[in-house]
């Protein structure tokens, strides 16, 4: 019925109607509290960017995840800052890589604690993208490229099929750790079908995926480029990050990865 006889605004009058008929409610339970992991002992390091938030050593991280399980929120997502960085992101799949060493430190402590494991390849490149990176003809080696940089994006290739094989097996990796949820954020295409075939050939077939479905080249990575170290070296993410502007292009992106697989999905800025 038309208003006068419709009057949305008789809900809204106190707080107990306004709580009663409330769609979205956030509590602990809700959230998923972000660590940033990175080697030594007892360092704690405060990111400039992002006052309040911190790269940890092992230790340190079990220690917040502990206090973050007391506090009623259930699931951490670990990002990694490797000792080393290389050109196939073996910090990211190495069975001592720093997130692994991390989650089955906190596993020993917060047995019941989620852990989602970050799936790039980004903090773990010596060049600081998300795939693996081919010249093209003509272009300086990419090792003069990360030490000057400056290189225009387009004498540089993401290779999107060969980085599939390096975020299949950093998933596995992952989640014989103890991940319980593996969380792709490259923005690669066919990554979770690539990931969720490499999960069920190594009988991980319960571990679920978490797609960053559409994740946008957008300004507000700054700060966490800084916290994860995952800055690129030369040139942008423009070519495999999402455009901000694309709605339809997002809601294409999402449906590929559900019918690849995905479990969840995220919009990462939301």
């Not at 001592?96 to 970050?118: F, S, Y």
């Not at 596995?172 to 490259?186: F, M, N, Q, T």
């Not at 079908?193 to 479905?213: C, V």
Request: net charge negative.
């Amino acid at each position: 019925m038309p208003f006068p006889v419709t009057r949305l605004r008789r809900l809204r009058r106190n707080e107990p109607l306004r709580s009663m008929v409330r769609e979205t409610r956030l509590t602990p339970e809700a959230f998923v509290y972000p660590i940033f992991v990175c080697p030594g002992q007892g360092v704690r390091k405060e990111v400039r960017s992002m006052p309040g938030v911190f790269n940890l050593s092992v230790d340190e991280a079990v220690k917040e995840a502990r206090e973050t399980y007391s506090l009623g929120v259930p699931a951490v997502i670990l990002f990694g800052l490797p000792e080393k960085k290389d050109e196939v992101a073996t910090g990211a799949w190495a069975d001592d890589g720093i997130v692994q060493q991390t989650t089955r430190a906190i596993k020993r402590e917060v047995p019941n604690l989620i852990i989602l494991g970050d799936v790039c390849l980004c903090e773990y490149m010596s060049h600081g993208h998300c795939g693996v990176v081919r010249p093209a003809s003509g272009a300086q080696s990419l090792g003069a490229a990360v030490a000057a940089p400056g290189a225009a994006v387009t004498d540089y290739e993401i290779v999107n099929d060969a980085t599939l094989e390096l975020l299949a097996r950093t998933s596995v990796s992952l989640a014989r750790a103890g991940v319980d949820i593996i969380a792709p954020s490259d923005m690669m295409d066919g990554r979770v079908a690539a990931i969720r075939k490499a999960l069920d050939e190594a009988r991980l077939t319960n571990t679920p995926i978490l797609s960053y479905a559409a994740k946008f080249a957008s300004g507000f990575y700054g700060p966490f480029r800084e916290a994860a170290d995952s800055a690129p070296q030369f040139g942008d993410r423009r070519s495999y990050q999402m455009d901000p502007a694309n709605l339809r292009e997002a809601m294409r992106e999402i449906e590929l990865d559900i019918e690849e697989g995905a479990d969840m999905i995220m919009i990462k800025p939301a």
